[in-house]
């Protein structure tokens, strides 16, 4: 591992929970499974397989939620902003580490995409990594699917992973906006924030806006985070005063066309992330005059 640490720090998005891991990872992998889409509110999930002794909590371990959605392994989160953190893996002598939580070059890059039979069409498999349909072999874990019902009048629905909320709208969104952003990559503790965009003229919860809860950092910065209180997963949000909701494109139900994409913050992207389409990319937020091109 040349020029890299050999310990590497992750945090959650508010940094209540803070944790250290070494190389070398006995996997990196892209899980397109719909649970965890649902838990992290992404395309796709990014995790590294760690040795027990080549980790160790640094802060925080009180503010963890052990949400277990099946008997495999559990969903952990904090339940001050959300964030999924580190858990105990299906092999007990490795943990399980959402790879956006980490800072800094890991040294290695993914090197394969599981479930991807359950992809999201938002997000094309278009590298040269293998690619499983679930699990790779070697694991006989039981595959479980958790079906949801869709809101049969909407355009678009989705819900967290627990089912607790439940929401739809009665307009397409136009466009997939991906946010490759520190705070972004940590609130959905993956590669990168993935939102799609409706108005709020179109949009309603279905159940469950009860158990919705917010994180907002500390001014003067302005950022927020809307979750799940049950399970984690990432909910729509709607900023103070906006005629846009924002809703996370990992906890859509709707089968969607593929959308036109827009790549914000790639100056902050994760050095073990590619982007590979042609859609634009700015190193920050686009310049005012393609705001609406780009945000309508």
Known sequence: MRGVSTSIRGACLCGAIAFSVSPPYRWFAHCHCSMCRKHHGALFATGLGVAHDAFRWLDGTDEIVHYRATAAFERPFCRRCGSTVP????????????????????????????????????????DALPKHAAYPPGITLPIVEIPRARAASAAVSGNCLCGSVSFAAAAEPRRLVNCYCSLCRRSRAAAFGSTLLVGTDVFRWIRGQERVKRYALPAPRQYATDFCADCGSLAPSAPAGSATVMLPAGAIDTPLPRLPAVHLYVGSKAAWHEIRDAWPQFAELPPPERLTELFR
């Open 87 to 126: 858990a105990v893996s299906h092999d007990e002598r490795y943990w399980h580490v959402p790879a956006g939580l980490l800072d800094g070059d890991l040294g290695a890059h993914p090197r394969t995409h599981i479930f991807t039979a359950s992809s999201s069409p938002l997000a094309p498999l278009d």
